[in-house]
């Protein structure tokens, strides 16, 4: 399972890398990357590795909490930030959620270590609750995750609630999965840590596999609503480019009659015109190509009869195609 979660999580950073140049999408960048950091330490051979030749003293443990911890505060400032911009509240949002936030991020991290240090590890484990959890180091450690989780999580649902209006039908999608995830990790969060204080450690063991596939689950559904508008515009992007291709490839005999005997009117003449529906930019090509019959029409309006009634249909189709520009909503295009 911590493979298949490492594998989608490594999946969907690579679609969001462009987003590292663009700095309200980079907070979602980040949050993935450490997600997917975290989650390919939890790998168990990974783990292992990575700790033995960082001296086995389960330095790679504290190294994928840090991660999980710096996943979520990315996420919240991604969400925030979202939020803040279509509210026009960004300055406001910086200087209040962001810094109690930011507050409660380090704070957690600094008892996160402080744990790690007070606490005798010995043997290399993937799971430091489970093995060590008895420790005052371990629970001190433990309550500090899952206390900022929780927090980070019921915060981020709390900004998705109230900003629901104002999302397009897609990032109402994405976002549902991410309260979905989030509130899988409170519950999960909280179950464990109910059964850590309270049941005996066969108990324990056992929850142990539910606890690892369902918080698998709930970071796929975060990492999946983060990216939902990436692969929505991805998928706009290609229909949109196949669309105009198509309509490049059935114009061209209307705009063959069209151009006949009048070169001063096509931009790339004696070039082949089959070779713009395999234009980088199909939408540029069949642009140029509406406004060399337009211009044709101009000069010769009654030239165009005959081939007029078969393909004229085409020539208008070809025009709402591109007067149907993509958008979204402040919030999507800020988030995304």
């Known amino acids: 399972m911590s493979v298949l979660v490492a594998s989608c999580l490594g999946l969907l950073t690579l679609l969001r890398v462009s987003a590292l140049w663009n700095p309200p ?5 980040m949050a993935s990357v450490f997600a997917t ?3 390919t330490l939890y790998i168990e051979p990974v783990y292992v590795a990575v700790d033995s030749i960082m001296g086995g003293r389960n330095l790679a443990g504290l190294i994928l909490s840090l991660s ?12 925030t930030s979202a939020a803040g911009a279509s509210a026009n509240i960004v300055a406001n949002a910086r200087r209040g959620t962001f810094g109690r936030h930011k507050v409660a991020w380090i704070l957690a991290s600094l008892i996160l ?7 005798d590890l010995p043997v290399t484990s993937p799971s430091l609750i489970r093995t060590y959890g008895s420790q005052p180091g371990m629970m001190a450690f433990l309550l500090a995750a899952s206390s900022f989780i929780a927090y980070t999580s019921a915060s981020i649902v709390r900004v998705l609630v109230s900003h629901l209006r104002q999302m397009s039908a897609a990032f109402r999608f994405g976002f549902f999965l991410v309260c979905a ?3 899988g990790a409170i519950s999960l969060l909280a179950a464990r840590s109910v059964l850590q204080f309270v049941a005996d450690r066969s108990i324990q063991e056992s929850f142990s596999p ?12 975060v990492a999946a609503g983060l990216s939902t508008s990436r692969l929505v515009g991805i998928g706009h992007t290609v229909s949109f480019d196949i669309a105009a291709r198509w309509h490049l490839l059935r114009m061209l005999p ?12 096509v931009l790339h003449n004696g070039r082949l015109p089959v070779a713009d529906v395999f234009n980088a930019r199909p939408h540029t090509a069949l642009q140029r190509r509406i406004t060399e019959i337009r211009d044709c029409l101009l000069v010769d309006p009654d030239g165009l009869s005959d081939t007029w009634a078969t393909h004229g249909s085409i020539l208008i189709q070809a025009e709402r195609l591109m007067k149907a520009p993509l958008t979204t909503s402040s919030t999507d295009r800020t988030a995304a």
């Open 37 to 39: 950091a975290g989650f």
């Open 113 to 119: 270590i402080a744990g790690f240090l007070m606490s």
């Open 210 to 221: 539910y606890y690892g596939v369902g918080q698998g689950v709930a970071v796929i559904c």
């Open 254 to 265: 209307l705009w063959r009659a069209a151009t006949r005997g009048k070169p001063n009117l």
């Open 68 to 79: 999980v911890l710096a996943a979520f505060s990315q996420l919240h400032v991604a969400v």
């Open 25 to 29: 999408a980079r907070p979602a960048f």
């Open 181 to 183: 995830g989030c509130l």
